[in-house]
């Protein structure tokens, strides 16, 4: 087990040729990791979201030593790693696509890291404790080769071998992605015995909210090469630091609006007004308004906002309706129990939970209640 942490971490690639001696014009420059600052404690699992290309997989890569940061530094422990090889710093590392050697059964790839280290006595022993972690079945793929195994059976052996080495941190980058919908909730489950079993420290790479959470303990939102909230996904959830993170997170994510504060202190936005703001804020001040879907309910009495309504979705799993509505021009998303009888274009009249409405400083981002 072990404690990362980033410190400052900055990376840089380049739009052509990778630098010679001579630096690229800044124009040139992908800024894919921009001061980083990151610490995974001993023993938990970080999940780290964000929309594509915001520079999650770099971040992966640096800490394994697979990339060198421009600026900045990575430490084990408090040890500072940058000039400890890849294959020195005991991780495991599962890759979307397996990364395994298709010319070598999958013992064989289990065991190959103690070939390569001269501890061939080890391997039958690794090999049959991993086995039976791993659970029913897994001994029949043990004589198979990659190119004979399904997506779902090479990623179980890609997880075998990580956790053969005994690693003291695993990295992860998108290792379900190429499963299809029910392989991807089966395995998933199946990391997750192995996250607890172990308890080892994990940074887990994702774009599916709904893994994040299952597998983090906390979550770490990225934007364009920064860090933009750590903590509990519960916490995210709730006190979302600004306004990507609350309209990034959330299942569907959050509604925002956009508005201003008028003279008699209420929100304005171009199709509805709301008074519950907070006393500090002035007349003029741009401000977002947000809430989550499920924290809208359809009022029957004629009271509310009216919102058209595009289309219903059903969401079984939940007993709920996803409804697509229009609030003027505007898109809103509302989450109804299923009981509730609600047509596509009809209008219905939403009112939202006053605990649970947000205000967005609109300049900055940042929250404001
Ligand atoms: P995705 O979710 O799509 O995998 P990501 O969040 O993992 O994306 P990265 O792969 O870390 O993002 O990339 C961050 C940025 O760096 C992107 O703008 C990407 O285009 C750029 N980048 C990554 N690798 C290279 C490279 N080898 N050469 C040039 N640019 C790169």
Known sequence: MATIRLVNVTKYYYKGQSPGIIEPPEEERIVALDGVNLEVREGETMSVVGPSGCGKTTLLRIVAGLEHPDGGYVT???????????GDRGIGIVFQNYALYPHMESQENIGFFFRLHKREDEIP????????????????????????????????????????????????????????????????????????????TGIYVTHDQQEAIALGDRIAVMREGRIE????????????????????????????FYGYINDMGEWVGDDFRWPDVRP???????????????????????????????????????RAHLLYTKIGRTACRVRVPASVAV?????VRLTFDPERVYLFDIRTGRRLS
Do not use: W
């Open 125 to 200: 022993e690794r090999v049959r404790t991993v086995s039976k972690i791993m659970g029913v079945g897994f001994e029949h793929l043990l004589s198979r080769k990659p190119p004979t195994l399904s997506g779902g059976e090479r990623q179980r052996v890609a997880v075998a071998r990580c956790i053969a080495r005994d690693p003291r941190l695993f990295l992860f980058d998108e290792p379900l992605s190429n499963l299809d919908a029910r392989l991807r909730v089966k395995t998933r489950g199946e990391l997750k015995r192995i996250l607890a079993r172990y308890a080892t």
């Open 280 to 318: 500090d804020l002035h007349e003029g001040d741009r401000v977002a308004l947000g809430v989550r879907p499920e924290h809208i309910v359809i009022q029957g009495n004629g009271a509310g906002i009216p919102a058209y309504v595009e289309l219903v979705e059903p969401l079984f799993s939940e």
């Open 229 to 256: 909230q750590v903590g509990p996904y519960l916490d995210v959830y709730r006190r979302p630091a600004n306004l990507f993170v609350a309209e990034f997170i959330g299942l569907p994510p959050m509604n925002t």
């Open 343 to 347: 047509r596509a274009h009809e209008t």
């Open 76 to 86: 084990y422990d408090g040890e500072d790693v940058r000039h400890v090889q890849p």
